[in-house]
């Protein structure tokens, strides 16, 4: 009997071996010499200190800078066992808020974010389903310009170049929309002079 054993163990082993280990570190060493940047989490760095990622939002509130999508991230609540409370841009919890269309609760929430606006662009209102969408549309970016100009006392002209500027368009001409990283967009803000 362990001698029909001892082969299934060693295949068992070897294939262990080769496609838990080898494989994965193969492709990561690969990952790492043909995609530094995005296999090292595709990080920011300004003024030689980390200030980011590009591919995590975050929350920038100070009418000076440019405004990301709401956050629909969430944490446990330690006062509540099996409840969980919003703790918005939290890279840890990245998930939507599992809120169907017809939920009151979500109907609510972008109710409130409205507060009297009219014709905001949908991501101004609404979570991304990760909650951690580093990029606005276009739109959501035209329509927060006129307050940043304000807060930071430039013209308009100028801050909707840097807008224009960081705008991205489709990938390959054809996948995704055109959009804005929000981090880099504000990081190019604070570099003008």
Known sequence: MLASIRPALAVVLSL??????AVPLAFTG??????????????IERDGRIVGSALLGQNFSSPRYFHPRPS????????????TRA??????????????????????AVTERLAGRRGVPADAVTA?????????????AREQLARVARARNLPEQRVRAVVEQNTQGRELGFLGEPR??????????????
Do not use: C, M, W
């Not at 990283?181 to 570099?191: G, K, M, P, T």
């Open 16 to 21: 262990t071996l080769l496609l838990g280990l």
């Open 30 to 43: 690969l990952a790492a010499a043909v995609f530094p940047t995005q296999a090292g989490g595709s990080l």
């Open 72 to 83: 629909a991230t969430t944490e446990p609540d330690s006062g509540k066992p099996g409840a």
């Open 87 to 108: 703790a918005p841009y939290n890279g840890a919890a990245s998930a939507a808020s599992q809120l169907a269309p017809t939920s009151a609760a979500l109907l609510e």
């Open 128 to 140: 991304s389903g990760s909650g951690l969408d580093p990029h606005i549309s276009p739109d959501n």
């Open 180 to 193: 804005v990283n929000v981090l880099r967009l504000n990081l190019a803000l604070d570099a003008l002079r």
